[in-house]
């Protein structure tokens, strides 16, 4: 089985992933995408975050009726700082009877930058099949965008960054996904401030989120 990994927020998980994770599959030929919700990111504050008991369930509404896609708790039950070389490490011994080949990362190209400051960066990136995807330009929207911390704070800007120029994409793929100009960032605000939202995810995702109250006053 071929796996790849869909690390992030999730917060709220939304159709832009989802699009996402079957360009993956259609276009790589993967069989099955882990979604990973982080339990405390290290290069970034979650700004309007909800428990992550609320972000798992929003991802098993979203991922229920697509046997590709799956949920992965294993950085929420670890608890601590969301490593992602700790977490492939976990995934590859929990799949090692049916994996084949390396595991896929998924990687948005807002994240390249600073990626040599990930933990183990070079490791993870032998480790793994880095799998370089588009991402929207996001802005910053009445303070609900995640804030980047330490020295992620300071890393070249991504929309002039050059893959070639960073010997840890020497083996990577890039894909030519759907841009859609979709972020949990204007979700969040949406929800706040009243605004309409409901085909930014799925139809349980709603409901949820208006179930639960969710994202209903800025932090």
């Known amino acids: 089985m071929k796996i ?3 690390g992030g927020s999730f917060n709220p998980v939304h159709l832009g992933h989802l699009c996402l994770a079957d360009e993956v ?3 790589l030929g993967y069989d099955k995408v882990l979604f990973v919700p ?3 990111p290290p290069h970034k504050k979650m700004n309007c975050a909800v428990s992550g ?3 798992m369930n929003m991802l098993s509404l979203a991922l229920e009726n697509d046997s590709r896609f799956e949920p992965e ?4 039950s670890r608890g601590g700082i969301s490593y992602t070389y700790d977490t492939i490490c976990f995934l590859e011994e929990k799949y090692k009877g049916v994996l084949e080949g390396k595991i896929g990362l998924i990687m948005g190209h807002d994240l390249l930058s600073g990626f040599h400051l990930w933990h ?3 490791l993870l990136a032998e480790k793994c099949t880095l799998i370089l995807a588009r991402r929207p330009a996001e802005t910053e929207k009445d303070g609900f965008k995640n804030q980047p911390e330490g020295e992620y704070a300071f890393v070249e ?3 002039t960054f050059k893959i070639q120029n960073e010997k840890l994409f020497k083996f990577c793929v890039e894909i030519k996904n759907p841009v859609l100009e979709i972020s949990s960032t204007d979700i969040r605000r949406r929800c706040s401030y009243g605004e309409s939202f409901k085909y930014l995810v799925g139809e349980k995702v709603f409901d949820y989120i208006k179930k639960e109250k969710l994202y209903l006053e800025k932090n």
């Open 4 to 6: 790849a990994v869909l």
């Open 25 to 27: 599959c259609t276009s």
């Open 38 to 40: 982080a339990q405390n």
């Open 53 to 55: 008991m609320h972000r």
């Open 73 to 76: 708790d294993c950085e929420l």
């Open 120 to 122: 183990n960066a070079s």
């Open 157 to 159: 800007d991504s929309s």
